[in-house]
């Protein structure tokens, strides 16, 4: 490993993200940061394939791509045809269950005007960065994701100078920078909300990592690309307040030979929501993601 | 890009106020570009590094924070986990790990951490992470001690 590689010049590093290409016959200098560089290429490249907002496409599309797959799957899907006519789909990379309700969350917004909706996830909103601050995070390490994400909030209500149409809504979903700022501010409430009842999350984190409830977040919840399990949905569902029903398409079946659709809805602790809707009725999620194995995107009911 | 500028010109003020609360890490702004930093930080005590003043750069992506500062030594230095030549720095935070949770300063408090800790298991100087796995840790000290002693002292007279 001597003498090729001089002292890195800052200004190399734009000009080696401009070649993503690199030497494979140089193994010993194949460094870190050209595996990031690779790294980030492969994700370029997904990107375009899928934006990180799809278009809404009819549950036949689905069907569609498991034609020659499963039998149970494509049981699954037709039974899954009666409750529900679309899905939106959004890009594989590891934030894809936080997307989906980002998108899933501000639509309704949009199209109900459910101000009172609205004002409970504010009043949610200040109770997590208040959980951040007394976790001892700086408030200049999150604050620009929380605005973010509130302004984003306040544009889907309509009857503001900054109001917003469905179309903008989907272009500022597949915004990078808008984008990927509302999910680390996802990322963000949902790490407060397992270390701020960190008992609570302990068993379920040593049974998926065996680390330590900090470690966990640190490494799995609050990086861009961790994929998310029941630990983050729960924690997301409970500090916002906001209920989310996941139905699972998988292959499993059970043996009295009808196919049936699981789905499993994470329900905000109690408390939250009897509070907002003022009453005790059952709260029903108004976000649906589909899951299958590995990846989250959002369903349409009829 | 303006959220980075945004973003660094508030860590930036927070360096000046916090200045005296981390005697170890002193944190310099490029005067002319907010996207170039330079620490200087004290090697911690109790290792083969005390006694020495190691040089890091900075350089910040415009995707800041959602993307991790690129960091690397400047003062030559012997651990397992710094490429001996170029001063690159394998830690998980400043690659897959990375959080915008994390900080310039914080980041520096990390590294300060991986000289007082080596990995040597994920070795970039695989002289120095093998002498660890050996078992010589006297080896490794001296090593080390000996080129904290030629790079990272002031030199006398």
């Known amino acids: 490993m001597q003498n090729q590689e001089g002292p890195k010049a800052d200004g190399e590093f734009e000009a080696a993200a401009s070649t993503p290409t690199p030497e494979f016959d140089d193994w010993p200098n194949f460094g870190d940061d050209d595996i990031m560089q690779q790294q980030s290429a492969i994700r370029a490249e997904e990107a375009d394939k899928t934006p990180f907002v799809g278009d809404k496409e009819p549950l036949s599309s689905l069907a569609a791509e498991y034609k020659s797959g499963s039998p149970i799957l494509l049981e699954k899907i037709k039974v899954l045809g009666e409750k529900y006519d679309a899905i939106r789909r959004t890009r594989g990379d590891g934030n894809c269950f936080f997307r989906s309700f980002m998108f899933s969350y501000l639509e309704h917004i949009l199209e109900s005007q459910d101000r009172k909706e609205v004002d409970h996830v504010k009043v949610n909103v200040e109770q997590c960065r208040k959980t951040l601050q007394s976790l001892g995070y700086a408030d200049f390490t999150f604050e620009d994701f929380f605005a973010l994400f509130l302004e984003q909030l306040e544009s889907v209500l309509q009857g503001n100078e900054t109001s917003i149409s469905q179309d903008e809504l989907l272009l500022r979903s597949r915004d990078q920078s808008i984008s990927d700022y509302v999910v680390m501010f996802f990322r963000f409430v949902t790490s407060g909300e397992i270390r701020r009842r960190s008992e609570f999350f302990e068993p379920f984190i040593t049974g998926l990592t065996n680390t330590t409830v900090e470690q966990f977040c640190k490494s799995s919840v609050e990086p861009m690309g961790e994929e998310s399990d029941h630990v983050h949905i729960t924690a997301l569902s409970d500090a916002l307040g906001v209920p989310i029903r996941v139905v699972y398409l998988d292959r499993s079946s059970c043996d009295s030979g009808g196919v049936s659709v699981n789905h499993h809805d994470f329900i905000p602790a109690v408390g939250d929501v009897t509070n907002a809707s003022g009453s005790s009725e059952t709260v029903s999620p108004f976000i649906t993601l589909l899951y299958r194995p590995g990846h989250y995107d959002i369903l349409y009911p009829k | ?157």
């Open chain 2, 1 to 157: 890009m303006q959220a980075s500028r945004a973003r660094l010109f508030k860590e930036y003020k927070e360096v000046q106020r916090e200045k005296m609360a981390d005697p170890d890490i002193q944190l310099v702004c490029d005067d002319s570009n907010i996207f170039k930093w330079t620490a200087l930080i004290k090697g911690p005590s109790e290792t083969p590094y005390e006694g020495g003043i190691f040089q890091l750069a900075f350089a910040v992506p415009e995707q800041y924070p959602l993307q991790p500062p690129q960091v690397r030594f400047l003062t030559k230095i012997f651990h397992p986990n710094v490429h001996f030549k170029t001063g690159e720095i394998c830690l998980d935070i400043l690659k897959n790990a990375w959080s915008p949770a994390w900080t310039l300063q914080s980041v520096c408090r990390a590294i300060i951490a991986l000289m007082a800790h080596p990995e040597p298991d994920s070795p970039l100087n695989c002289d120095s992470g093998n002498l660890l796995r050996s078992g010589d840790i006297r080896g490794y000290q001296s090593m080390a001690r000996m080129y904290t002693r030629l790079a990272a002292m002031p030199k006398k007279g």
